[in-house]
């Protein structure tokens, strides 16, 4: 629809997520660091987010399939690019012509790629996650015999947390680097990058800190929130003290109020886990969201705001991990979750 312009958006800081990649690279130290942009951009759009970090320096990007890699061939040039859940039979055509490679998973997908003829490739070995990637306990040699191996990679299950399984990947894949070869090797993802220098290998792969998640402890206060939505006010009404407000009338008003009615709800990612529990803001003050969210509709409590009114713009607080506390949803659901009918504006 030519002109057409949202009732909601979302505002893409560039600057914060350029720090963001910035921090992490640094606090990989030695490693290239590459970043996930899976989940089109991890919800903030693909496209801009590889953009910007192709043009700060950032020469390694990952997705998760051959839809996603489509859509981001034009700007593949000059890069790695890699798709992470490998190389199926209706892949195959696509696989052989893109500048992309894939990540091999399965001792399926390996012979598939090499009856095809396919020439450079990843490969992903599975040290303890038990999700994609070929068995470490496998004779890999055997396997990975006869491929163009870029980059090997595995994946770390609980780098977020002081557990027993990160020591235990990490000697796992370093028995697996011993016995096959590869021009680099990759563990770390956001999690990782904060476990220090023995994960770091050859390259990074953070996701979810690029965007402002924050995914260990240490990387508290040094990542900046990117992506913040807003949305316009439908309409602003007087509610009568004992009425009540939205769906099975999860709210009632204990006084006369003002509230707001918002065009955003769960179709768009905001869901029902902040129901009386989110908020919107406006010039740093909090309006709380009233009874249950709707899948297009949002009532907040604008009785501090007088100034408020039809058409304006509020931002919602999306800062993810308080959100993540806020809703019981993950800050990957927070961002990933976030839907089409926003605007993505970068500032």
């Known amino acids: 629809m030519t002109g057409y312009t949202a009732p909601l958006r979302l505002r893409l800081d560039g600057d914060a997520l350029l720090s963001n990649w910035r921090w992490l690279a640094r606090q990989g130290g030695a490693p290239a660091c590459g970043a996930a942009i899976k989940a089109d951009g991890y919800g903030l759009g693909a496209a801009g987010v590889m953009q910007r970090l192709k043009q700060a320096g950032c020469r390694d990007f990952f997705v998760s399939n051959w839809g996603e890699a489509a859509a981001l061939e034009a700007q593949m040039d000059g890069v790695n690019f890699a798709v992470l859940h490998g190389v199926r039979d209706e892949d195959v055509v696509q696989a052989l012509e893109s500048k992309a490679r894939p990540v091999l998973c399965t001792p399926g997908q390996v012979a598939r790629w090499k009856a095809a003829g396919g020439g450079a490739c990843d490969l992903m070995i599975d040290t303890g996650m ?74 990074t792969r953070p996701g979810i800190a690029l965007y402002g998640g924050v995914p260990h402890p240490d990387a508290a206060g040094h990542l900046r929130q990117v992506v913040q939505p807003q949305a316009q006010i439908l309409q602003r009404r ?27 709800g769960y ?52 800062a993810l991990p308080a959100a993540a506390q806020a809703s019981g949803l993950s800050q990957y659901e927070l961002l990933t979750g976030l839907g089409k009918r926003f605007d993505r504006v970068w500032a």
């Open 130 to 203: 038990n999700r994609l990637g070929l068995d470490w306990r496998a004779d890999l040699s055997e396997l990975a015999a006869g491929l163009e191996i870029v980059t090997l990679l595995s994946h770390l299950a609980s780098a977020d947390e002081d557990s027993e399984l990160n020591p235990m990947q990490l000697a796992r894949f370093r028995q697996v680097r011993a016995v096959v070869s590869a021009q680099r090797y990759s563990l770390a993802n956001s999690a990782g990058i904060c476990m220090g220098a023995d994960y770091g290998f050859d390259l």
């Open 238 to 264: 007087s509610v009568i003290a004992g009425d009540t407000i939205g769906y099975n009338a999860t709210h009632r008003a204990e006084r006369d109020m003002e509230i707001a009615i918002l065009n955003i």
């Open 267 to 318: 179709a768009d990612g905001y869901l029902r886990g902040f129901s009386g529990r989110g908020t919107a803001l406006v010039d740093g003050v909090r309006l709380p969201v009233l009874g249950r969210v709707s899948m297009d509709l949002l009532a907040v409590d604008v009785g501090a705001r007088p100034d408020v009114a039809e058409s304006d713009w509020l931002t919602i607080d999306y």
